[in-house]
């Protein structure tokens, strides 16, 4: 997904998602999602390839990151997630857009029980965000 605004955010993007994530997760009767620092590497790795241009904006090497996944968290039974989005000043406008995506909205709301953040930006301070969902 993305979009421009400039509406600045005084939270960094990271605390941005997770809390209008969990905000929109306790709206709808569901329990928050804990962070994990292991989980926000991976998120955050993803999102410095994107905003390099090492890939493409999107899921490529997802497979990739749920074996990371399956070794790092224990127990995972490889329920997992993903969403990316890029072009947001701050982790708000991302939420709010996954949240009008059927399939990203689908991920906020899933059946799970930990949440990894990664944000970077490019060259021109362009955000990638990526969110990841773990059972």
């Known amino acids: 997904m ?3 605004s400039k509406n600045p ?3 960094g ?3 941005d998602v997770l809390k209008y ?3 929109f997760r306790k709206s709808k009767g569901l329990k928050a999602l804990e962070m994990r620092d292991d989980l926000n590497a991976i998120a955050r ?3 410095e390839d994107m905003a390099s241009g090492r890939c493409a904006f999107g899921h490529n090497g997802y497979d990739l990151r749920v ?3 399956k070794k790092t968290v224990k127990p995972c039974d490889g329920y997992t997630g993903e969403n990316v989005a890029y072009g947001a000043p701050n982790g708000k406008e991302a939420v709010d857009v996954w949240k009008n995506s059927s399939v990203h ?3 906020m709301l899933g059946d ?4 990894g953040i990664g944000a970077a930006s490019n060259k021109k301070g362009v955000i990638y965000y990526t969110q990841i969902f773990v059972r």
């Open 112 to 115: 799970y029980k930990y949440i």
């Open 67 to 69: 074996s990371k996944i």
């Open 2 to 4: 993305s979009f421009t």
């Open 45 to 47: 790795k993803h999102s």
């Open 21 to 23: 994530t969990n905000q």
């Open 105 to 107: 909205r689908k991920n």
């Open 9 to 11: 955010s005084s939270d």
């Open 13 to 15: 993007p990271v605390e």
